[in-house]
């Protein structure tokens, strides 16, 4: 089955112990990137990866690390996790424009409380 | 860069009732558009997208959405909502090409409350 996974779904931590949230998807698709969702926000881009090794900022990339060291897997890090990192992340990825498909493929989520 | 205002944070309505969640985006360029549903503690799911042709687009669970380029508009319809159909939606565009070609930009989300 064609999916992307995101792991662990739900988290809860202490402020500044080092995280990595984890995503993995199937599908062979270059293009991955997260964003986070907060009440009244919608969702909005932290970060992508056009392919692997290549990595970018989104629209809110502060307190955020990612890497891309293999095509299926794009990790997201928080280094030192603050209470304004309390969210919703969602990882997403999507194939290359010419193949037909263009929109995104969204993991469960992941719930993050930080403490 | 690109935008999308969802004109209602919250719709109530009553089940077999018909409903309208309206979406107006701004971009420089021409755009990609779509609608995504969240159910409650669930991922997103594409619900349609309009890339080109018909401005009239049909998608799952009886949901259609007309693009209207002179208003910038894609709002979404049902002509006849269930209790199932209660959830949060959101509105986004990407560009059709360009550096930024492949991320989404969301609207805040509209929350759809079926009222039995």
């Known amino acids: 089955e064609a999916q992307v996974t995101q792991n662990p779904r739900y988290l809860i931590t202490v402020t500044g112990k080092k995280l990595t949230v984890t995503c993995s998807q199937n599908m062979n698709h270059e293009y991955m990137s997260w964003y986070r969702q907060d009440p009244g926000l919608g969702l909005r881009q932290i970060y992508y990866s056009m392919n692997v090794e290549v990595t970018d900022k989104g629209d809110v990339p502060e307190g955020y690390k990612v890497s891309r060291k293999e095509k299926r897997n794009f990790p997201l890090i928080l280094e030192s996790p603050s209470p304004n990192q309390t969210s919703l992340y969602f990882c997403?990825?999507?194939?290359?424009?010419?193949?037909?498909?263009?929109?995104?493929?969204f993991g469960q989520g992941t719930r993050l409380t930080v403490v | 860069a690109q935008s999308v205002t969802q004109l209602d944070s919250q719709v109530p309505v009553f089940e077999e009732a018909p409903v309208e969640l309206r979406c107006n985006y701004s971009s420089s360029v021409s755009v990609y558009l779509f609608w995504y549903v969240q159910y409650p503690n669930q991922g997103l799911q594409l619900l349609l997208k309009?890339?080109?042709?018909?401005?009239l687009v049909k998608g799952i669970n009886g949901f259609e959405a007309e693009f209207n380029k002179s208003q910038t508009s894609f709002h979404l319809r049902k002509p006849s909502v269930h209790i199932s159909d209660t959830a949060e939606y959101f509105c986004a565009v990407s560009p059709w090409s360009g550096a930024g070609s492949y991320q989404l930009t969301f609207g805040k989300g509209t929350k759809l409350s079926v009222i039995p």
């Open positions: 309009y890339l080109s042709g018909s401005t």
């Open positions: 997403a990825s999507s194939p290359p424009r010419g193949q037909g498909v263009t929109e995104a493929f």
